[in-house]
Antibody, heavy 115, light 110 residues
Framework: QVQLQESGPGLVKPSETLSLTCAVSGYSISSGYYWGWIRQPPGKGLEWIGSIYHSGSTYYNPSLKSRVTISIDTSKNQFSLKLSSVTAADTAVYYC????????WGQGTMVTVSS | QSALTQPASVSGSPGQSITISCTGTSSDVGGYNYVSWYQHHPGKAPKLMIYEVSNRPSGVSNRFSGSKSGNTASLTISGLQSEDEADYYCTSYTSSSTYVFGTGTKVTVL
């Protein structure tokens, strides 16, 4: 079955760039679907960050657009998130998911922004 | 884009029915039939319960149903069970080709 697995540093310093990767197994991402990132700050709700189509087209949350880059590597069957100039407000559990329905999610990875 | 509005909490006794509302605008909920609902237990990945307003994925109990009227979508849980206690989020596609989540609703089974 299709599985998603997030990976990346659990601690990022303020003003630096947060980088996460979502490895997809059981499905070739070049075959279709959108692939997205969602986050949940501690004690808060879910927030859609953005998504990428297998062709490379991207869509971003307007509130994060200036700092977000989502890319796709079909050769490695994975997609990635980069969030620049992070602050404590970017501390959250970050999830990757298959879109548009988000029927399949990764287990999530906690990222803390702190010096 | 502003988060869709959900009640902070809804509660009910086992066996009862509850409804969670999700209010947006004509640029999101009201404009598209792309409203989904997710169940989220703390520490776990969210689970898709309803997609495209009223469709249930395979494996989701038929006690969960979705509907929409104007700019407000709703999730109804009938025959409430203890395992239904969780946070629930709606989400909608928007006119900007983006998605927006709801504020989230904590469901408590009394």
């Amino acid at each position: 079955q299709v599985q998603l697995q997030e990976s990346g540093p659990g601690l990022v310093k303020p003003s630096e760039t947060l980088s996460l990767t979502c490895a997809v197994s059981g499905y070739s991402i070049s075959s279709g679907y959108y692939w997205g990132w969602i986050r949940q700050p501690p004690g808060k709700g879910l927030e859609w960050i953005g998504s990428i189509y297998h062709s490379g087209s991207t869509y971003y949350n307007p509130s994060l657009k200036s700092r977000v880059t989502i890319s796709i590597d079909t050769s490695k069957n994975q997609f990635s998130l980069k969030l620049s100039s992070v602050t404590a407000a970017d501390t959250a559990v970050y999830y990757c998911a298959r879109e548009p329905g988000r029927d399949i999610w990764g287990q999530g990875t906690m990222v803390t922004v702190s010096s | 884009q502003s988060a869709l509005t959900q009640p902070a909490s809804v509660s009910g006794s086992p066996g009862q029915s509850i409804t969670i509302s999700c209010t947006g605008t004509s640029s999101d909920v009201g404009g598209y039939n792309y409203v989904s609902w997710y169940q989220h237990h703390p520490g776990k990945a969210p689970k898709l319960m309803i997609y495209e307003v009223s469709n249930r994925p395979s494996g989701v109990s038929n006690r969960f149903s979705g509907s929409k009227s104007g700019n407000t979508a709703s999730l109804t849980i009938s025959g409430l069970q203890s395992e239904d206690e969780a946070d629930y989020y709606c989400t909608s596609y928007t006119s900007s080709s983006t998605y927006v989540f709801g504020t989230g609703t904590k469901v408590t089974v009394l």
